[in-house]
């Protein structure tokens, strides 16, 4: 990380007044296509023997401008922009793996992750053993000769449990296998995955880094080896790449990053607590909370503890009840924004899975999943008060 603050790299990351005028705000290019001067120049581009644009799909100024934000940010060597995070997700994978390898990932997580690595088992023949994240030796437990890729996410989606980033980072060098963390959750304000040892990380900006819930994208950061390899393969072939507007709305979103998950992190950690005080709420998930699981490892690997809080009623119908009471928070199933937004993670987000397998990632009936936003916490705290009051 430069010596710069991250609040004041938030504000100015990738910065260049010599060009563009002097545009303070990066311009937004739409062209799909750029003029070469020369029939030498244009091969030149081509090959990447020179640096430039020539095609859309391959990138354009407003996309190299985020991209150069986000690697500052997450201090990384390189960074590649997606159109959602799911793009950047299996971007990342294909990658590394080919058919007969073989990846360790948590049990609990993002659901469409784990549909993901199945749908790589069904098709591509790329197994994926499933694992209790928040335990390392499970890591290296589930370590086979084909191993390539440990999986991590931590805080993870929706149970915001915690896998020790450098221990896991430390284990896959020796072996050779590559460790890309899903930084969603966390994002670089509160843990920078890269400086704890991971290879590549991956965001959906459709969250805490757009921030305002009007946008969707992805993002890719780490070693230039990497990002080289993937600019020059998946990204080039499969064709995900961010549009040019999204990429100037998204680095206005990120402007503010460092302001709004101050206020995340302060109003969590004050809900978390009012939660666990209350006798509606059977148990509170938040890596602030001194009873969470992995609580000392957290605070070893995050300076804060973000806007992500897991919290069990007990049964479908008292999750059910509190959903249809809130009046402040938004019932929807994103997340990161500036609003408050709560979900019932066992009907929604994680509907998709089998009933079997939503109880192996530790999705109860009663689950609720609260994205706390950056609104007065005595509001938001009387609005949950009321809601829960309902069951
Ligand atoms: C939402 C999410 C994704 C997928 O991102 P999209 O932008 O929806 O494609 C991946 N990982 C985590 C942890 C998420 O919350």
Redesign the pocket.
């Known amino acids: 990380m430069s010596e710069k603050s991250f609040d004041t790299l938030a504000v100015h990351a990738g910065e260049d007044r010599t060009q563009n005028h002097g545009a303070v705000s990066v311009p937004i290019y739409p062209a799909s296509v750029f003029a070469f001067t020369d029939a030498d120049e244009g091969a030149a581009i081509h090959n990447h023997e020179k640096e430039g644009y020539f095609y859309g799909r391959l990138g354009n100024p407003t996309q190299s401008a985020l991209e150069k934000v986000m690697a500052e940010l997450e201090n990384g060597e390189g960074a590649l922009a997606f159109a ?6 299996s971007a990342s994978i294909f990658t590394i793996v080919k058919s007969g390898d073989h990846i360790v990932a948590p049990g609990s ?2 659901s ?2 784990t549909n993901f690595f199945q749908y790589l088992h069904e098709n591509f023949g790329v197994e994926t053993t499933f694992t209790d994240a928040a335990n390392v030796e499970n890591y290296r437990e589930a370590t086979q000769p084909n191993t390539k890729i440990f999986w991590i ?1 931590t805080p ?2 929706p149970l915001v449990r915690i896998t020790d980033i450098a221990a896991v980072a430390e284990f896959a060098m020796t072996k050779g296998i590559k460790t890309i963390a ?1 930084n ?2 966390a994002t670089p304000f509160n843990q920078r995955p890269l400086e704890l040892g991971v290879d590549l990380l ?6 805490y880094l757009g921030g305002h819930s009007d946008l ?3 993002l890719m950061v780490g070693s230039r080896d990497i990002i080289d390899k993937a600019r020059l393969s998946t990204t080039k072939l499969f064709g995900g790449n961010i549009a040019p507007a999204v990429a100037w709305l998204l680095m206005r979103g990120i402007k503010t990053l460092a302001l709004r998950m101050e206020r995340h992190n302060a109003n969590a950690s004050v809900l978390a607590n009012m939660l666990a005080g209350h006798a509606k709420v059977q148990e509170v998930f938040y890596p602030g909370l001194k009873t969470h699981q992995n609580h000392e490892i957290a605070k070893r690997q995050m300076t804060g503890f973000g806007g992500m809080i897991g919290f069990d009623l007990g049964s479908f119908g008292a999750a059910k009840l509190f959903i249809n009471n809130v009046k402040l928070c938004t019932l929807a199933t ?3 924004g500036v609003e408050t937004i709560v979900q019932h993670s066992a009907a929604m987000t994680h509907a998709a899975l089998p009933p079997e397998q939503r109880a192996m990632a530790g999705i109860s009936d009663g689950l609720i999943r609260l994205s706390v936003g950056i609104e007065d916490v005595d509001d938001l705290s009387q609005d949950l008060e009321q809601a829960l009051n309902a069951i």
């Open positions: 959602s995070g799911m793009a950047a997700v997580m993002y469409t992750t996410e993870s989606n899903d969603t959750f991956v965001h959906s900006a459709t969250k969707t994208a992805g994103s997340l990161g």
